[in-house]
């Protein structure tokens, strides 16, 4: 039997599409929609496919190398990303790119959305961290659920200082199917500011680096480097 939920994102990688997402987001317009704590989140125009375009940005109380740890913590992630069912890596391109699909969940009426992004990573400098993703090629499909059309998903985290970190997470895309505009709403209310706090919250704590991680930070010394410093 089919469940009816819904899926939001996340993931996060600059993939040889850096400069159009840079592009794209400058020639977005960002209209402030809500502040909470130390997060703002910013509503973009939606184009003729009915996009849902929105950044958040903030300040995490957490070190930027723990916070690239919980990202790359695939089997712990849905213990904080909100309504994140799973993780599935298919393909490592590379050490900086990889193919993978995250499913999500929502609640009634509407389906799983499916998310089969590649994603990749990069750093333009020491201290600044980006995680991006895009609809991977060909689209994958499964049975339980509709496939999300995704132009662009980053996570870019600069550092600041040791314990504090500035984020801006970046969603384009569709998520698939009929959204009424009621739930579009809620998704920007709820989904990014859940995303941030749940990412900070799991961040300050982690202990455990994973393989993946391992390998970012060996294409990356500095992040090893980057947690004693002040």
Not at 63 to 91: E, G, H, Q
Not at 175 to 200: D, Y
Not at 209 to 216: D, G, K
Request: with cysteine; aromatic share 14%.
């Amino acid at each position: 039997m089919q469940h009816k939920i819904f899926i939001f994102t996340f993931v996060i990688m600059a993939f040889g599409f850096s400069s159009q997402s840079h592009g794209r987001d400058n020639q977005q317009q960002w209209q402030r929609f809500l502040q909470e704590d130390q997060f703002t989140v910013y509503k973009g125009r939606e184009d003729k496919s009915r996009s849902l375009p929105f950044k958040a940005e903030g300040n995490l109380r957490a070190p930027l190398r723990s916070l690239v740890m919980a990202i790359f913590d695939y089997s712990n992630k849905k213990r904080w990303a909100p309504r994140l069912v799973r993780v599935d890596l298919l393909k490592r391109v590379s050490d900086k790119e990889f193919i993978f699909t995250e499913e999500y969940r929502a609640p009634w009426p509407a389906y799983h959305r499916l998310f089969h992004l590649h994603g990749a990573v990069s750093s333009p400098k020491e201290g600044i961290f980006i995680f991006a993703a895009k609809n991977a090629q060909p689209t994958k499909s499964e049975p339980c659920c509709i496939t999300s059309n995704v132009k662009k998903i980053e996570i870019k985290l600069e550092k600041i200082k040791t314990n504090l970190t500035k984020v801006t997470f970046t969603f384009h895309g569709h998520f698939g199917g009929w959204i009424p505009s009621w739930l579009s709403n809620l998704i920007l209310r709820k989904w990014p500011l859940k995303f941030l706090k749940g990412l900070e919250t799991y961040g300050t704590g982690i202990t455990f680096t994973s393989p993946e991680y391992l390998r970012i930070e060996k294409l990356h010394p500095w992040l090893r480097h980057s947690a004693n410093e002040s």
